[in-house]
């Protein structure tokens, strides 16, 4: 294993941390209630050999997402996203526009 893929399974092991404490913890305590991803307007927009998908969100969303099997662009259009970037909590506001690595959740 590479000192990438240390890196990256730590990361992922962390992701999963956060995504447990939400669920086990403040879900059960009342803090939020989970709601399915299928509740939320998303489109997908397709073209010769790029992908892109639009998501809105609204104020207080909390998503946790897969682990990226690609290296991708992303673009926060309006407002603003606490996000985890390299085990730390970053403030993204609009317009902003950066890359996911693959192997990041």
Same mark, same amino acid.
């Given at each position: 294993? #590479?000192?990438?893929?240390?890196?990256?399974?730590?990361?992922?092991?962390?992701? $999963?941390? *956060?995504? !447990? %404490?939400?669920?086990?913890?403040?879900?059960?305590?009342?803090?939020?209630?989970?709601?399915?991803?299928?509740?939320?307007?998303?489109?997908?927009?397709? #073209?010769?050999?790029?992908?892109?998908?639009?998501?809105?969100?609204?104020?207080? $969303?909390? *998503?946790? !997402? %897969?682990?990226?099997?690609?290296?991708?662009?992303?673009?926060?259009?309006?407002?603003?996203?606490?996000?985890?970037?390299?085990?730390?909590?970053?403030?993204?506001?609009?317009?902003?526009?950066?890359?996911?690595?693959?192997?990041?959740?």
């Amino acid at each position: 294993m #590479t000192e990438a893929d240390s890196i990256a399974l730590e990361y992922n092991r962390f992701v $999963d941390e *956060i995504e !447990s %404490k939400m669920v086990n913890e403040m879900v059960v305590g009342g803090d939020f209630e989970l709601i399915d991803n299928t509740t939320r307007e998303t489109e997908h927009i397709f #073209t010769q050999g790029l992908y892109g998908r639009k998501l809105t969100m609204m104020p207080g $969303d909390r *998503i946790v !997402s %897969k682990i990226h099997k690609t290296r991708h662009q992303f673009v926060i259009l309006q407002g603003c996203a606490l996000v985890f970037q390299n085990g730390e909590e970053v403030l993204l506001e609009a317009p902003y526009s950066g890359i996911t690595e693959a192997g990041m959740n």
